[in-house]
C-alpha cells in the first residue's frame, strides 16, 4: 500500500470537507439556533448527519451514486426538503423575539435537526454522486479499509466543526443584546427560508 499517497488522500479529504462544511447553509443555521441552549448540540447534529452519509457512502461505494443524478428524484428531495426548511426557516423569523422560548420554532432533537437539514438538501446528495464519488473511487483503490477510513475523516471534519459553531454560540450568548439575538435568528431562519426556496426553483 503507497501510505504517502493514502495519507495525502485523507488531507485532501480533509480539506475538501472543510470547505464544505464551514459554508453558511441549513445544517450551520440549525447548529447555531441548537447551540443556543446546548453546547453539545453540533455534536449531536453531527450524528444525525452522519446517520444519512454513512449509508450513503456505502450506497454510492456499491455503484449506486447516479440514482442520486436521476431528475425525478433530484426534484423529490428538492421540493418536499425544501418545503421543509421554508417551514422551519419561518417559524424561526417569526418567534426570533422570543428569547425564553426558542425551542418553539426549532423543537426537534439536535439529533432531529441533523437529519432534517441534510436530507432535505438535494446538493448534498448530488455533491456525492460527483464529487464525493470521485473520492469514494479514489478511496476503494486503497481497498474497503480505506474507504471506511475516509468517511470517518470526512465526517469528523462535520463533527468538528459543527460542535466548535454551538459551543461559541452557547459560551457568547451571554453577551448578546435581545437586538442581536433577534438578529443572529432572523439570519438563521432567512437562511433555512433561503435555502429552501432555491432548492425548491434550482430543482423544478
Known amino acids: 500500500m503507497d501510505t504517502t499517497g493514502l495519507l495525502g488522500f ?6 475538501i ?12 443555521a440549525g447548529t447555531v439556533a441548537k447551540g443556543y441552549k446546548d453546547k453539545n448540540a453540533g455534536m449531536q447534529i453531527a450524528l444525525g448527519h452522519g446517520l444519512v452519509e454513512f449509508p450513503l457512502i456505502g ?8 440514482f ?14 425544501g418545503a421543509v426548511l421554508i417551514y422551519i426557516g419561518y417559524n424561526m423569523v417569526r418567534m426570533r423575539k422570543e428569547t425564553d422560548e426558542t425551542e418553539k420554532y426549532l423543537p426537534y432533537h439536535p439529533i432531529i435537526v441533523g437529519v432534517i437539514t441534510t436530507v432535505s438538501n438535494p446538493y448534498f446528495f448530488l455533491w456525492w454522486a460527483t464529487v464525493g464519488l470521485f473520492l469514494i473511487v479514489f478511496a476503494l483503490g486503497f481497498g474497503l479499509l480505506a474507504l471506511v477510513v475516509f468517511a470517518v475523516v ?3 471534519c462535520d463533527f468538528i466543526w459543527d460542535y466548535f459553531v454551538s459551543f461559541t454560540v452557547f459560551k ?3 453577551l448578546w443584546s435581545e437586538k442581536g439575538h433577534n438578529i443572529v435568528f432572523g439570519i438563521c431562519g432567512a437562511i433555512m427560508v433561503i435555502f429552501g426556496v432555491w432548492f425548491i426553483i434550482s430543482s423544478i
Do not use: C, D
Open 10 to 15: 485523507y488531507l485532501l479529504t480533509a480539506f
Open 68 to 81: 442520486f443524478e436521476n431528475q425525478g428524484v433530484r426534484l423529490a428531495i428538492g421540493v418536499i426538503g
Open 59 to 66: 450506497l454510492i461505494g456499491l455503484g449506486l451514486g447516479s
Open 172 to 174: 457568547s450568548k451571554r
Open 17 to 28: 470537507s472543510l470547505s464544505g462544511v464551514m459554508m453558511p447553509g441549513p445544517v450551520f
Open 154 to 156: 470526512h465526517w469528523l
